[in-house]
Protein backbone atom coordinates (compact mmCIF):
# COMPACT_ATOMS: atom_id res chain seq x y z
CA UNK A 1 0.00 0.00 0.00
CA UNK A 2 1.22 3.38 -1.24
CA UNK A 3 0.88 6.27 1.34
CA UNK A 4 1.87 9.73 1.02
CA UNK A 5 1.67 11.76 3.99
CA UNK A 6 1.68 15.63 4.35
CA UNK A 7 2.49 17.93 7.83
CA UNK A 8 3.47 21.43 7.94
CA UNK A 9 0.16 22.82 7.29
CA UNK A 10 -1.45 25.72 9.91
CA UNK A 11 -2.48 29.16 10.76
CA UNK A 12 0.13 31.88 10.18
CA UNK A 13 -0.01 35.48 10.09
CA UNK A 14 -0.47 37.62 6.33
CA UNK A 15 3.39 37.48 5.35
CA UNK A 16 4.56 34.60 7.23
CA UNK A 17 6.12 31.77 6.39
CA UNK A 18 5.38 27.66 6.34
CA UNK A 19 7.30 24.50 5.53
CA UNK A 20 5.10 21.72 4.01
CA UNK A 21 6.41 18.06 4.10
CA UNK A 22 5.50 14.97 2.24
CA UNK A 23 6.68 11.51 2.41
CA UNK A 24 6.04 8.78 0.75
CA UNK A 25 5.80 4.74 2.05
CA UNK A 26 5.24 1.60 0.86
CA UNK A 27 6.12 -0.68 -2.05
CA UNK A 28 7.67 2.20 -4.51
CA UNK A 29 10.02 1.60 -7.63
CA UNK A 30 10.32 4.94 -8.91
CA UNK A 31 8.91 8.49 -8.16
CA UNK A 32 8.38 10.51 -11.07
CA UNK A 33 7.32 13.65 -10.91
CA UNK A 34 5.63 15.37 -7.52
CA UNK A 35 3.97 18.46 -6.46
CA UNK A 36 1.74 19.80 -4.58
CA UNK A 37 -2.12 21.02 -5.25
CA UNK A 38 -4.31 23.29 -3.27
CA UNK A 39 -8.37 23.67 -2.99
CA UNK A 40 -9.98 26.37 -1.51
CA UNK A 41 -13.45 26.59 -0.62
CA UNK A 42 -16.08 26.58 -3.59
CA UNK A 43 -13.03 26.35 -6.24
CA UNK A 44 -11.19 23.80 -8.20
CA UNK A 45 -8.40 21.66 -7.05
CA UNK A 46 -5.27 24.21 -9.06
CA UNK A 47 -1.45 23.24 -9.42
CA UNK A 48 1.01 24.88 -6.83
CA UNK A 49 3.99 23.63 -7.74
CA UNK A 50 5.63 20.64 -9.40
CA UNK A 51 9.12 19.22 -9.73
CA UNK A 52 10.46 16.44 -11.32
CA UNK A 53 13.16 13.53 -10.60
CA UNK A 54 15.59 15.25 -11.87
CA UNK A 55 14.65 18.58 -10.20
CA UNK A 56 12.57 20.86 -12.83
CA UNK A 57 10.28 22.96 -11.34
CA UNK A 58 7.06 24.41 -12.70
CA UNK A 59 5.13 26.93 -10.47
CA UNK A 60 1.92 28.28 -10.83
CA UNK A 61 1.68 32.32 -11.31
CA UNK A 62 -0.06 33.01 -7.91
CA UNK A 63 3.28 31.77 -6.32
CA UNK A 64 6.02 32.56 -8.79
CA UNK A 65 8.90 33.85 -6.35
CA UNK A 66 7.29 33.67 -2.96
CA UNK A 67 6.80 29.53 -2.63
CA UNK A 68 9.54 27.05 -3.44
CA UNK A 69 9.11 23.10 -4.07
CA UNK A 70 12.04 21.03 -3.60
CA UNK A 71 12.49 17.15 -3.08
CA UNK A 72 14.88 14.43 -1.96
CA UNK A 73 14.89 11.62 -3.58
CA UNK A 74 16.46 9.31 -1.04
CA UNK A 75 13.78 10.15 1.57
CA UNK A 76 11.37 10.03 -0.97
CA UNK A 77 9.69 13.35 0.21
CA UNK A 78 8.86 16.51 -1.30
CA UNK A 79 8.33 20.23 0.50
CA UNK A 80 6.82 23.05 -0.06
CA UNK A 81 8.58 26.24 1.07
CA UNK A 82 6.18 29.48 1.57
CA UNK A 83 7.40 32.93 2.07
CA UNK A 84 5.30 35.99 2.35
CA UNK A 85 2.32 34.39 2.63
CA UNK A 86 -1.04 35.92 1.49
CA UNK A 87 -5.05 35.54 2.73
CA UNK A 88 -5.61 34.16 -0.45
CA UNK A 89 -3.38 31.30 -0.05
CA UNK A 90 -5.80 29.93 2.45
CA UNK A 91 -6.70 26.54 1.07
CA UNK A 92 -6.46 22.25 1.66
CA UNK A 93 -3.01 21.56 -0.07
CA UNK A 94 -2.29 18.13 -1.22
CA UNK A 95 0.84 16.74 -2.40
CA UNK A 96 0.67 14.70 -5.51
CA UNK A 97 3.27 11.81 -6.76
CA UNK A 98 3.02 10.14 -10.18
CA UNK A 99 5.06 6.53 -9.29
CA UNK A 100 5.56 3.20 -10.24
CA UNK A 101 4.50 0.12 -7.78
CA UNK A 102 7.04 -1.78 -9.49
CA UNK A 103 9.31 -1.87 -13.13
CA UNK A 104 6.42 -3.92 -14.94
CA UNK A 105 3.43 -1.15 -14.35
CA UNK A 106 2.91 1.93 -15.69
CA UNK A 107 3.07 5.51 -13.52
CA UNK A 108 -0.13 6.15 -11.80
CA UNK A 109 -1.69 9.33 -9.71
CA UNK A 110 -1.15 9.24 -5.92
CA UNK A 111 -2.56 11.93 -3.20
CA UNK A 112 -2.13 12.49 -0.19
CA UNK A 113 -5.08 13.43 2.13
CA UNK A 114 -4.24 17.54 2.39
CA UNK A 115 -3.40 19.54 5.11
CA UNK A 116 -4.96 23.05 5.85
CA UNK A 117 -3.42 26.30 5.86
CA UNK A 118 -5.30 29.27 6.70
CA UNK A 119 -3.25 33.03 6.64
CA UNK A 120 -5.46 35.48 8.58
CA UNK A 121 -4.38 37.66 11.17
Known amino acids: QVQLVESGGGLVQPGGSLRLSCAAS????????MGWYRQAPGKQRELVAA???????NYADAVKGRFTVSRDNAKRTVYLQMNSLKPEDTAVYYC???????????????WGQGTQVTVSS
Open 96 to 110: NAALQRSRWTSSDDY
Open 26 to 33: GIIFSIND
Open 51 to 57: ITRGGST
